[in-house]
């Protein structure tokens, strides 16, 4: 796009980390004036979050020594041993809160209905406040996230699509991008692939796959905030399975 595209001048970088930090989205209301809150718009894209996990293990290892301030030295930690620290910090977490069981009352919630829609909203809004900090697992948990930013934004002002229909659908995806945040399309921002996706390279200590205990753990975790996602958002594409497990047959 042009500056000359985007008449007020005005954009923000975008970050994972503004999603998942609860304060981000208060603090951004508080800078702002109020017709920018009013006009503001929001992507969200949101990945399969087994995949995104091990795609965040991977990525500090690559980094040490830089990222032996997260314990991730290759060679001194597993992908299994980073799992299980962390669910147990989250399980802790649920339990001192009195969370775990947060989803139960609207497993079986009518999708139509919005006041029990509104009340799942709400129960996945707490328990992720209250635990965001507990675990890096949390960065996957995205109906709380969405939760916390519809309290200051209305929920028109989002955009949320996932990685999936994002790769699956390039030009498309690109465009409903360009069509929300009201930027002419011209061939000069037309896009039909990812380029950069066919120069991604591994390394010596990458985790590809991962052992089916582990898929199912994180399945466990995972489930009840995927299901309040995609009930609350039931016009996205359901994420495909984590490829580090579709070996276990999941």
């Known amino acids: 796009w042009t500056p000359s595209s985007c008449k007020s001048r005005c954009s923000v970088e975008g970050n994972p980390n503004y999603l998942y930090d609860p304060s981000v989205a208060s603090q951004l209301h508080g800078l702002m004036w109020q017709q920018e809150r009013l006009r503001a718009r929001f992507v969200a894209i949101l990945r399969e979050p087994i995949s995104r996990d091990v795609s965040y293990f991977n990525h500090r290892l690559s980094m040490w020594p830089k990222s032996q301030v997260w314990g991730l030295q290759p060679g001194t930690i597993t ?13 802790r977490c649920l339990e001192n809160h009195n969370l775990t069981d947060w989803h139960a009352r609207d497993h079986n919630i009518d999708a139509r209905s919005a006041s029990q829609k509104q009340h799942l909203l709400q129960s996945a809004t707490a328990a992720f406040v209250q635990c965001s900090s507990a675990t890096t697992l949390t960065i996957g948990m995205y109906a709380g996230q969405l939760g916390v930013w519809t309290k200051w934004f209305a929920r028109e002002q989002f955009l ?23 930027i002419p399309s011209s061939r000069n921002n037309e896009l039909s692939t990812w380029p950069h996706l066919n120069n991604v390279h591994g390394f010596k200590s990458e985790v590809v796959n991962v052992s089916c205990h582990m898929c199912e753990l994180l399945q466990t975790v995972y489930a009840p905030w995927n299901h309040a996602l995609f009930t609350l958002e039931p016009q996205l594409q359901v ?5 580090a497990c579709i070996w276990c047959g999941s």
């Open 239 to 243: 994420f495909t399975p984590a490829k």
């Open 79 to 91: 992908y299994e041993s980073f799992v299980d620290e962390r669910v147990r910090r989250w399980k």
């Open 160 to 182: 949320v699509g996932t990685m999936d229909e994002m790769l699956s659908q390039p030009a498309d995806f690109h465009r409903r991008v360009l069509d929300f945040l009201r």
